[in-house]
Nanobody, 117 residues
């Protein structure tokens, strides 16, 4: 069974940093691209960053230069390093393996990130 468990969120002041982790199981992790998404209250879920099987990356314009996605295939884990956080980054963050317009697994519980002074 495909499963994603997100962790590492919390409350941080503007300008601060957090590192999110996504522990994946139930599939051959190294064979799939991985993405981080976020959903703010009252808004739709949006793509934040993507990393391919060979390490190529794509970022939403709103996070370019501040966020870095990475993966450790030995640990079946994807990461999202978030620096220079802004209040508008406040959201629940999720990970999944995108398959075109679909996703490999169901959504996990996500991890809450709150940026506030």
């Amino acid at each position: 069974q495909v499963r994603f468990v997100e962790s590492g969120g919390g409350l941080v002041q503007p300008g601060g940093s957090l590192r999110l982790s996504c522990a994946a199981s139930g599939f051959t992790f190294r064979n799939y691209g991985m993405s981080w998404y976020r959903q703010a209250p009252g808004k739709e879920r949006e793509l934040v960053a993507f990393i391919s099987t060979v390490g190529g990356t794509i970022y939403a314009d709103s996070v370019k230069g501040r966020f870095t996605i990475s993966r450790d295939n030995a640990k079946n884990t994807a990461y999202l390093q978030m620096n220079s956080l802004k209040p508008e980054d406040t959201a629940v963050y999720y990970c999944n393996a995108p398959l075109g317009a679909d996703y490999l697994g169901s959504w996990g519980q996500g991890t809450q990130v709150t940026v506030s002074s």
